[in-house]
């Protein structure tokens, strides 16, 4: 069920100025997280001389700009990555809201974005993307999916199913689809790394991007991986080679691939599937 906005500038202003502040949460939680470090306690403080920050010097964006970009007290730099972080988290929810309404489905597109922020800077920094996101990220998608099932329709279709059309029904259905989603999702990048190992002899994939995939699969099915999977394949190549040939072809450049796979994953919620037209 939908709700009528009846001023959209002020909703929409609305919803912006909550995303920076959910930004600033997501901030915490990508320094926080890789050092098991507690996401509530202590409150937020300089992570460089540990004072900690009054409430009117943590207002997201402004107090960075406001301070120079460095600690009111050490005077320490400050990382531009954190109101990058609260500026993408606001324009990103707007969008969603404004593409989606108020709906359920956008509530949880705006919780898998949180997730896909938060994995994305970790990797970036770390090469690890956290098992507390993935995992419950999983499970939370293939809820979601059981409960918009229509359960009447899947059971009469059911006498119909066999192997070889369950794989084209399933899209209709969200439980199949979602279940089809980990699988397929989890199941190529394990192929993939393991394929790697044997043929280069070290490590190309961690199991963190397995269950990342895995996870999106169970929020956005089958189409979602196979466009996750084609975009993300294309744009960690193109970056990939431009950085080998900046650094004179240094083949053993590593990249964290969970970026690239938020990103398509994101550009998916907006685009959709891609279909290509039959001939």
């Known amino acids: 069920m939908e709700i009528t906005v009846i001023n959209p500038f002020l909703f929409y202003t609305f919803v912006f100025i909550f995303g920076l502040l959910f930004g600033s949460f997501l901030n915490v939680c990508i320094y926080r997280l890789p050092r098991d470090e507690s996401i509530t306690f202590p ?15 943590n207002i997201p964006v402004i107090s960075y700009l406001l301070l120079g970009g460095k600690c009111s007290n050490c005077k320490e730099p400050i990382s531009v990555i954190y109101p990058v972080v609260e500026l993408l988290t606001a324009v990103l929810v707007t969008l969603l809201f404004y593409k989606y309404g108020v709906t359920i489905e956008t509530f949880v597109y705006v919780i898998l974005t949180l997730s896909l922020i938060v994995i994305s800077f970790i990797d970036l920094e770390h090469f690890i993307i956290p098992n507390v996101i993935t995992l419950p990220g999983i499970i ?51 192929l993939i790394a393991y394929l790697y190992k044997i043929i280069r002899k070290r490590e190309g994939m961690g199991m963190g991007d397995v269950k990342l995939l895995a996870m999106l699969g169970a929020f956005l099915g089958i189409n979602g991986v196979f466009f996750i999977i084609l975009v993300s394949s294309l744009v960690g190549s193109v970056i990939g080679i431009t950085l080998i040939l900046i650094q004179r072809g240094n083949m053993k450049l590593a990249l964290p691939y969970g970026p690239f796979i938020s990103f398509a994953a994101v550009l998916f919620l907006f685009t959709g599937p891609i279909v290509i037209p039959a001939i």
């Open 43 to 57: 409150p937020s403080h300089c992570t460089n001389c540990s004072t900690p920050i009054k409430f009117y010097l």
């Open 140 to 190: 939370i998608g293939l809820a979601y999916n059981l409960l918009i099932t229509d359960w009447g329709f899947f059971l009469k279709i059911i006498p119909g199913l066999d192997f070889g059309n369950i794989f084209y029904i399933a899209p209709r259905i969200p439980a199949l689809n979602s279940v089809f989603g980990i699988i397929i999702g989890g199941g190529t990048l394990l």
